[in-house]
């Protein structure tokens, strides 16, 4: 390091040689080692320690000047939620959602009750891992009846969040498991005696799954429903992070979700058909 900031310095970059030298000096006394730490735009580390939390509730938490949200509103690589969704439109209208009605408590225990989103096939039509969301239903459907389980479709008016998707699916359900199944491609297994957050299994990581995956987490919603214990399907994963790209994208389609989101109706029976 001494060798870069030397050089540096010889060739005339004397700003970036002590900017170089002073992160350098900062990191050789290990303060930043504290879990969370950051560096200032003065190389001042930021920690638990040298900025302990003083939050005290609404309103006293960080808020952007005027001048950090122009400056971040002028990022170069900066997307709208309207580019970032762009290739929903190409996928618009390859399920047909039909609502049928208010949604009732079933009785048969073989049925497994799907939970569906507010913007599922209305605004979302493509999940952050390139299935079209026709097509995750229908390998979900079709590890259900494999396993001798009838799926009934039920839209969630009410609320994005997924657990309480799935909570709400397996309260409507014969036999007490529902899948919850969001537009970009989460879902997960419940159980209706259970916590919202407290599934039975869950695809958190949208990006990485197949439909093969899907195809599994219906059969394995189906061995729950006839009482058996079947082990959770390994998803593979990755040790990068998944690409801030997907982040954005998320956000954008939680924001078509928040759109389409009914608070306080009630869920609907739908049927589903491709056109």
């Known amino acids: 390091m001494f060798d870069v900031i030397a050089s540096l310095q010889r060739t005339g970059f004397e700003p970036e040689a002590d900017a170089i030298m002073r992160l350098t000096r900062e990191r050789l006394r290990g303060d930043q080692l504290q879990t969370s730490a950051i560096f200032d735009s003065e190389f001042r580390v930021l920690s638990k320690l040298t900025d302990p939390n003083d939050y005290a509730g609404p309103g006293t938490g960080y808020a952007l000047t005027d001048e950090r949200r122009a400056e971040l509103d002028a990022i170069r690589q900066a997307r709208t939620s309207a580019e970032l969704t ?65 799926p009934r479709l039920v839209r969630v008016r009410s609320t994005i969040d997924v657990g309480l998707i799935g909570l709400t699916a397996a309260r409507l359900s014969g036999s007490g498991i529902g899948i919850g199944l969001q537009g970009k491609g989460t879902s997960l297994i419940h159980r209706r005696d259970l916590a919202p957050l407290a599934n039975l299994e869950l695809f958190s990581v949208a990006p990485l799954l197949t439909a093969q995956m899907y195809r599994e987490l219906g059969k394995n919603a189906a061995r729950h429903a006839k009482g058996m214990a079947p082990v959770p399907i390994f998803t593979g994963g990755t040790d990068e992070s998944i690409s801030a790209r997907y982040h954005a994208r998320a956000v954008a389609l939680v924001a078509l979700e928040r759109d389409a989101c009914e608070p306080g109706q009630p869920p609907v029976t739908v049927e589903v058909k491709r056109p």
């Open 86 to 150: 762009a290739d929903q439109v190409e996928h618009r209208g390859h399920v047909i959602v039909t609502d049928v009605e208010v949604a009732r408590q079933g009785s048969d225990p073989r049925e497994v009750v799907i939970g569906l989103s507010p913007a599922w096939g209305r605004s979302v039509w493509l999940t952050l891992c390139g299935l079209t969301v026709g097509e995750v239903l229908r390998q979900l459907s079709a590890g259900l009846e494999e396993e001798g389980c009838v």
